[in-house]
């Protein structure tokens, strides 16, 4: 089963004008990359995500630079999810509305 691009926003995402939106997601850790303590939150079922602070965004988030302050340990959905990719194209605010409503007509 292959899935369908071809509504897919096209992507002008790049390391220079990325808006850090993914950092907002909530990021379940599934796997042990050596996400430092202090960046890890766990729920009343000993679920662990990651920290996110009052503003809403990662903790691990460098606010000035809008950079991964521990790249080298980010979690695995972190690594997996790509600078571009339709995901991250999907969560950008200028494309979430489109992509909502292009899920609920099919």
């Known amino acids: 089963m292959h899935s369908s691009t071809h509504n897919a926003p096209k992507s002008k995402i790049n390391c220079t004008s990325c808006q850090a939106c993914c950092c907002r997601l909530e990021v379940?850790?599934?796997?042990?990359?050596?996400?430092?303590?202090?960046?890890?939150?766990?729920?009343?079922?000993?679920?662990?995500?990651?920290?996110?602070?009052?503003?809403?965004?990662c903790s691990a988030l460098n606010r000035e630079n809008l950079l991964c302050s521990i790249y080298e340990n980010r979690p695995w959905i972190c690594r997996e999810f790509e600078m571009g990719s339709y995901d991250c194209i999907a969560i950008q605010p200028v494309n979430l509305v489109n992509v909502i409503n292009t899920k609920l007509i099919y």
């Open 28 to 57: 379940m850790l599934i796997s042990d990359t050596g996400v430092p303590a202090a960046h890890i939150s766990v729920d009343e079922w000993g679920a662990e995500t990651m920290l996110r602070l009052d503003d809403g965004w």
